[in-house]
């Protein structure tokens, strides 16, 4: 086996079908790369499992009775897996029919490389930014918060997201994102699965800074392509999702930076939502869109809560 194809899926049937879909044309189309798919779900309610079950009957099916996140789910799914190649791949995404084995052959060709990530493009066909510094003190303050919403072009965030570096130039990186991102197995195994604690987001961050560590490179393949949606299982839960993802920035920074930066962060994005809670409030006490603010106030209060 070649290529073990890993999908963890929750709550995303209509998306989940294109993907086998496009899974299974790229396969016909290179029949040289013997492949198989896993899908691991977890605990959906939209009927995905059954849907799988009756149109793709040469998917293995992994149906969990809970929710395993995506460090489980696709430490589930390797655990099941059989090929040299480890293609851990979010359901909400469409892959070129090439783009599978345009990523094998590389990696072939390349055995200092443990994992490689392609390009992402959004669904009207643009770059989607995927392939990463690591995390900087900088970077951890102003990316995904307040302050990069105000000042968007700051130095922290271009370095983060590589914005000095072309998009179609097949380049090392720090890390990709782990939306797409294929891992040789022997780095795999050397590095270990991918850390549980972590649940959801920074953990390919995590993964791909020990696998530098461990003397690998990681590389980012332009030539490849796949549509990524973004975000269509845990933009069903925002309020889950934010507390997931400062939760897992705070982890994070006390791993590789230490608990003073990361009791620091925690404050700095504490009063970052206080502020955004008592702007929906004062915007809901002059009557503006209130059902909205409301919604806002509710799922900011959860985040404070959660801080």
Request: hydrophobic share 40%; charged share 20%.
């Amino acid at each position: 086996m070649d290529l073990s194809i890993i999908v963890v899926n929750w709550n995303v049937k209509d998306l989940l079908r294109d993907c086998l879909n496009s899974l299974l044309t790229a396969t016909q189309t290179s029949p040289h790369v013997a492949t198989e798919i896993i899908v691991v779900d977890s605990a959906s309610t939209d009927g995905s499992p059954q849907m799988v079950r009756g149109e793709f009957p040469q998917v293995q099916l992994v149906a969990s009775t809970e929710n395993l996140g995506y460090a489980n789910g696709n430490n589930y799914g390797v655990d099941l897996a059989q090929g040299r190649y480890l293609f851990l791949l979010n359901p909400d995404t469409v892959v070129e029919p090439d783009a599978p084995a345009l990523m094998v052959d590389y990696l072939d060709s390349h055995p200092d490389v443990g994992a490689l990530g392609p390009q992402l493009l959004w669904p009207d066909g643009s770059v989607q930014s995927s392939r990463r510094r690591f995390p900087t003190v900088g970077s951890l303050f102003w990316e995904s918060t307040l302050l990069g919403q105000w000042f968007p072009d700051n130095r922290h965030i271009r370095r983060y997201h590589t914005a000095d570096q072309s998009p179609d130039q097949t380049q090392p990186v720090d890390w990709v994102v782990g939306a797409a991102i294929l891992i040789r197995r022997e780095a795999w195994q050397q590095v270990g699965p991918i850390e549980a604690d972590f649940f959801m987001y920074f953990e390919e961050t995590d993964w791909c800074r020990r696998c530098v560590q461990a003397g690998w490179q990681i590389h980012y393949l332009p030539t490849a392509k796949i549509t990524h949606f973004e975000g269509k299982s845990s933009e069903q839960v925002f309020a889950d999702r934010t507390i997931r993802f400062q939760r897992s920035k705070i982890r994070y920074t006390r791993k590789y930076f230490g608990v003073g930066w990361a009791v620091a962060l925690r404050i700095f994005l504490w009063c970052t939502f206080a502020f955004q809670w008592a702007e929906e409030t004062a915007k809901w006490l002059i009557g503006h869109r209130r059902t909205l603010r409301r919604e806002r106030m509710t799922a900011y209060g959860q985040v404070l809560r959660s801080l």
